[in-house]
């Protein structure tokens, strides 16, 4: 009887001989697409700073994964998903991506955070291999950085904060805007889209404070933005970050309005704050979740059905969409699908229409696929909708 390991060993030999016999068989399952299955790959952050975030991510990429292979695949291949965990770790992303080309082999990667993302898709680059729709996004390193194997679906952060400060200074009587961000390059990006936002308004921003990954105390922060007047907060960060912002801002007494990007869009964000939460605006890019449409209703329940116990927000539903979208890439590949075909069948989308993200489109010199938004706002405990479509200037 042979150990798990010791089978492994014998099979390698035999799959390479076959390679000799057929090349084609050996850059098949080089890229990912064997007779049977599909490889996809995914860095998620299911430990570290922002494990709700990664858990619901994963949720809603696994209900899109079993639904699209109850119903045969793709081609007749099922789709298998390699998930790793990189703790919200630049590092440790890069890691994940290398392991996900080099060991397991797939056809495409996706993943969900904005630093970790900067890494992979710089590796990715070279390794040649299309990182699909990830959930995070920043103008200079990534939607428009003319990356050719990424492909982007979620707006840059220089085009949400442009639209949501813009929005916000003119519809809700905003004097003295404020933006809280990260230092990094997303981060960065946050603060340039708030100063055009607010440049055009012929004003400028009262401040502008900053803070590090990771971090979970504000108090300092929070001081500085009342002390300087700020009537709006922009809070450039993530959901659990976010709710920290107000609860810190309460306990001093500071009342602004806040503001989110589509990270805060979400459920979680009301579940943490309670009380706290109402007034909150936040920008929106997905199907409501109260819609009565068959797409919403279909997400619904195939996200209860292969992932129960998980309430649909913004993360499950941008993760499931996302999915069905790669989905979608692979099969619009054809047959037999390959990275570079992969790559085509994208810059043929002009645009392709998803049921719960609307239309996105890319071509060959554009992979900065979705540059609209709309605004929501928490009320008597949750979220609804205040402002049409809103594109990016």
């Not at 920043?138 to 707006?155: E, Y």
């Amino acid at each position: 009887m042979f150990s798990k390991r010791s089978r492994l060993h014998r099979f390698v030999p035999s799959v390479a001989a076959a390679a000799l016999l057929c090349p084609g068989a050996h850059q098949a399952l080089a890229q990912g697409a064997t007779d049977t299955a599909v490889k996809v790959g995914a860095y998620n952050a299911l430990t570290g700073p922002i494990p709700l975030t990664g858990k619901q991510m994963a949720a809603g990429w696994n209900a899109a994964v079993q639904a699209v292979n109850a119903a045969g695949g793709v081609h007749g291949r099922k789709i298998e998903l390699i998930m790793e965990d990189d703790g919200y770790e630049p590092s440790r992303a890069m890691a994940a991506a290398r392991k996900l080309v080099e060991r397991d082999k797939v056809l495409v990667v996706t993943g969900l955070g904005t630093p970790t993302t900067v890494v992979a898709a710089r590796y990715l680059e070279q390794a040649k291999v299309p990182l699909l729709f990830p959930m995070g996004a920043s103008s200079t390193q990534l939607n428009q950085a003319g990356l050719t194997q990424l492909f982007m679906a979620h707006p840059a952060y220089m085009t949400q904060a442009e639209i949501v400060i813009g929005w916000m200074m003119d519809n809700t009587d905003v004097k003295k805007p404020c933006i809280l961000y990260q230092v990094d390059p997303s981060g960065e990006d946050h603060f340039v889209g708030a100063k055009k936002a607010t440049a055009a308004r012929k004003t400028q921003l009262a401040a502008a404070e900053t803070f590090e990954r990771g971090t979970t105390e504000f108090s300092a922060q929070v001081l500085k933005m009342k002390n300087a007047g700020c009537d709006f907060v922009y809070t450039a960060t993530t959901l659990e970050a976010g709710a920290r912002v107000v609860t810190a801002a309460d306990r001093i007494g500071f009342t602004p309005k806040f503001a989110g990007f589509t990270t805060q869009a979400d459920t979680t964000l009301i579940k943490l704050l309670g009380p706290l939460a109402e007034g909150f605006y936040a920008a929106d890019m997905m199907a409501r979740p109260e819609s009565d449409s068959e797409a919403v209703k279909t997400y619904h329940a195939n996200l209860k059905k292969y992932a129960p116990g998980i309430e649909p927000t913004f993360f499950t539903t941008y993760g499931y969409a996302s999915m069905m979208l790669i989905a979608e890439a692979i099969r619009d590949a054809g047959p037999q699908p390959t990275r570079q075909k992969v790559i085509e069948a994208l810059q043929s989308w002009n645009p392709k229409q998803s049921p719960l993200m609307g239309p996105v489109a890319f071509s060959p010199s554009n992979h900065d696929g979705k540059r609209s938004l709309y605004m929501i706002q928490v009320k008597d405990g949750n979220w609804t909708q205040v402002s049409g479509w809103i594109d990016a200037k």
